[in-house]
């Protein structure tokens, strides 16, 4: 039985992923390094400190500020979200369709609660989420299940009573570890992804998924 209902943020309800690519690749640039859109698909869904750690590694850069460049690429994002971010279609008819429903909602998204914090504020949406969950505060970001973990406790819910709503695999992975029921809804070029399968549904958007359960 689902007793609350958990979000995912970026890619979920703000189309704010192609942000943290701009950012990304603009701050590594700057290293010299070439990160390309393609190449950032494996590291959506996780933390900025975990992608800016990987990408370090794999362009094997040993003398590089890591916490200028991790604030290089906060700031650019969340001058992007206060500048131009937008709801995704579906949003708020599914804010509004659980909330009628009267189960708590959370957010536990990757980006740090600034981030966070920006996105709700800009889009108006803080007003449906009971609890706020960032996994900057967790030892491990997705898809470590930990920031859905903290979410339930947090909701007062038990994680198999808990239904994830998640765009990438990380997430949808982290999600599944933590026993919860997830509903996946990929990026338009993600969504023939054979390893959503895991995900115990699939939506091409949020309007999907209500029209589903409208009828």
């Given at each position: 039985m689902i007793k609350a209902v958990i979000m995912d943020m970026d890619?979920?309800?703000?189309?704010s992923e192609p942000f943290w690519r701009i950012a990304e690749i603009a701050a590594f640039k700057k290293v010299g390094a070439v990160l390309t859109d393609q190449m950032l698909g494996e590291t959506m869904g996780m933390r900025n400190d975990d992608v800016v750690r990987h990408w370090l590694a794999h362009f094997q850069l040993k003398d590089v500020?890591?916490?200028?460049?991790?604030?290089?690429?906060?700031?650019?994002?969340?001058?992007?979200?206060?500048?131009?971010?937008?709801?995704?279609?579906?949003?708020i008819e599914?804010?509004?369709?659980?909330?009628?429903?009267?189960?708590?909602?959370?957010?536990?998204?990757?980006?740090?609660?600034?981030?966070?914090?920006?996105?709700?504020?800009?889009?108006?949406?803080?007003?449906?989420?009971?609890?706020?969950?960032?996994?900057?505060?967790?030892?491990?970001?997705k898809p470590h299940p930990a920031v859905f973990l903290s979410a339930a406790s947090y909701l007062r819910v038990a994680a198999s009573d808990c239904l994830v709503f998640e765009d990438s695999m990380n997430g949808v992975i982290a999600a599944k570890a933590a026993k919860m029921n997830c509903i996946a809804i990929p990026a338009q070029q993600d969504y023939n992804d054979k390893r959503y399968v895991i995900a115990d549904n699939k939506f091409k958007s949020l309007l999907d998924f209500i029209a589903l359960e409208k009828d």
């Amino acid at each position: 039985m689902i007793k609350a209902v958990i979000m995912d943020m970026d890619g979920l309800l703000i189309d704010s992923e192609p942000f943290w690519r701009i950012a990304e690749i603009a701050a590594f640039k700057k290293v010299g390094a070439v990160l390309t859109d393609q190449m950032l698909g494996e590291t959506m869904g996780m933390r900025n400190d975990d992608v800016v750690r990987h990408w370090l590694a794999h362009f094997q850069l040993k003398d590089v500020n890591f916490g200028q460049l991790e604030l290089d690429i906060l700031a650019s994002v969340q001058e992007q979200v206060e500048a131009s971010g937008k709801l995704l279609p579906g949003v708020i008819e599914t804010l509004t369709f659980f909330k009628k429903q009267q189960l708590p909602m959370a957010i536990a998204s990757s980006s740090p609660m600034g981030i966070i914090q920006s996105v709700v504020d800009t889009l108006g949406i803080e007003k449906y989420f009971k609890v706020m969950c960032s996994a900057e505060f967790e030892e491990f970001g997705k898809p470590h299940p930990a920031v859905f973990l903290s979410a339930a406790s947090y909701l007062r819910v038990a994680a198999s009573d808990c239904l994830v709503f998640e765009d990438s695999m990380n997430g949808v992975i982290a999600a599944k570890a933590a026993k919860m029921n997830c509903i996946a809804i990929p990026a338009q070029q993600d969504y023939n992804d054979k390893r959503y399968v895991i995900a115990d549904n699939k939506f091409k958007s949020l309007l999907d998924f209500i029209a589903l359960e409208k009828d």
